[in-house]
């Protein structure tokens, strides 16, 4: 689809602590050497108001090795 598998550093899961009837799930990724194209196709694919996901955060900056790539990191969340 947006063929960014290979460009994901880490992952980084949790859930909120908060004691409410829905828990707050999400996950911490860090993305590198993406293109402003790739990033944007996958935002499109992941954030979806049906099933309750979307983009808490976003940073994106330019990746130092190359001016035609991007380093993004993503903090994507749901409820449960």
Not at 6 to 34: D, F, G, R, W
Not at 62 to 69: A, I, L, V, W
């Amino acid at each position: 689809r947006a063929g960014i598998k290979a460009n994901i550093k880490y992952m980084k899961p949790s859930l909120s602590t908060e004691t409410t009837p829905y828990q707050e799930s999400s996950v911490e990724m860090s993305l590198e050497e993406i293109t402003l194209r790739q990033l944007v196709e996958y935002l499109y694919l992941i954030e979806s108001p049906e099933n309750l996901v979307w983009i808490k955060r976003l940073s994106v900056k330019q990746s130092k090795g190359s001016t035609d790539y991007l380093t993004a990191l993503m903090h994507v969340a749901t409820y449960r």
